[in-house]
């Protein structure tokens, strides 16, 4: 797989400064979230948390954790990307938005990768994982850290990140889900071994 041209000025004319990636042998690209993306965005995390994270949690875990899309749920997404605390990175192919994930540079937190099921085990979640060490590293951050879903494990695993503790992540309705913490540090050679900067 190999990542190249980086055009920082694409995330410069936003709120934050990073990169455009793309994965030649995939045809993906990623680049920053905007406003427009929100139902998107939500849409493609109800679809991957009710197929690919099914078989690890009760219903009422997955129905909590990802509610059924409406405006609410789109509006919130939309005010998180106007803030910017919360930095969102899409990956779309020809199909339009495949995956997506976030970073809350602040808190050093890894806060979301989501990729679409029928995009699945392609390397959609790797790259977009490493783009948010990217971003992260261009904002300073040094590390990050997470509550991983347990369907995740292997994933997180295989891209460094390590166990912590096993524990629960609490979701904006107050419920409880079993989750990993994991942290990983990051160097510029680790996350992004081909990568190299737009002029
Ligand atoms: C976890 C998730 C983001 C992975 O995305 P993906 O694009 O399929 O991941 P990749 O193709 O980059 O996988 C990279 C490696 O991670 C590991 N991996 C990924 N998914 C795996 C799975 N379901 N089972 C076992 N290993 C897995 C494999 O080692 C894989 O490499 P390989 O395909 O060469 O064996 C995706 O399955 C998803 O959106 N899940 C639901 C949402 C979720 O739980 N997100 C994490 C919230 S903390």
């Given at each position: 797989?190999r990542?190249a041209?980086?055009?920082r000025?694409?995330?410069?004319?936003t709120q934050?400064?990073?990169?455009?990636?793309?994965e030649?042998?995939?045809?993906?690209n990623i680049?920053?979230?905007?406003?427009?993306d929100?139902?998107a965005?939500?849409?493609?995390?109800?679809?991957a948390?009710?197929?690919s994270?099914?078989?690890?949690?009760?219903a009422?875990?997955?129905?909590?954790?990802?509610?059924?899309?409406?405006e609410?749920r789109?509006?919130?997404?939309?005010r998180?990307?106007?803030?910017g605390e919360?930095?969102?990175v899409v990956?779309?192919?020809?199909?339009?938005v495949?995956?997506f994930?976030?970073i809350v540079?602040?808190?050093?937190?890894?806060?979301?990768?989501?990729v679409?099921?029928?995009a699945?085990?392609?390397?959609?979640?790797?790259?977009i994982?490493?783009?948010?060490?990217q971003?992260?590293?261009d904002r300073?951050?040094?590390?990050?850290?997470?509550?991983?879903s347990i369907?995740a494990?292997a994933?997180?695993r295989?891209a460094g990140?390590?166990?912590?503790?096993?524990g629960?992540?609490?979701?904006?309705s107050?419920?409880?889900?079993?989750?990993?913490?994991?942290k990983?540090?990051l160097t510029?050679?680790?996350?992004h071994?081909?990568s190299?900067p737009?002029?």
């Amino acid at each position: 797989m190999r990542m190249a041209d980086l055009d920082r000025s694409m995330w410069s004319d936003t709120q934050f400064g990073v990169m455009v990636i793309y994965e030649d042998n995939l045809d993906v690209n990623i680049r920053p979230a905007i406003v427009a993306d929100a139902i998107a965005i939500i849409d493609l995390h109800f679809t991957a948390v009710h197929q690919s994270a099914s078989s690890f949690y009760p219903a009422e875990v997955l129905n909590t954790w990802s509610t059924q899309p409406d405006e609410t749920r789109y509006d919130h997404i939309r005010r998180a990307l106007e803030k910017g605390e919360e930095l969102f990175v899409v990956a779309e192919d020809a199909s339009g938005v495949i995956g997506f994930g976030s970073i809350v540079p602040l808190l050093q937190e890894l806060r979301a990768v989501y990729v679409h099921p029928r995009a699945g085990r392609r390397g959609v979640g790797s790259a977009i994982l490493r783009c948010l060490e990217q971003l992260a590293l261009d904002r300073g951050v040094l590390q990050l850290q997470m509550d991983a879903s347990i369907n995740a494990e292997a994933f997180y695993r295989r891209a460094g990140y390590e166990i912590l503790e096993r524990g629960v992540h609490r979701l904006r309705s107050g419920r409880e889900m079993a989750c990993l913490k994991m942290k990983k540090s990051l160097t510029q050679e680790m996350t992004h071994p081909h990568s190299r900067p737009a002029v």
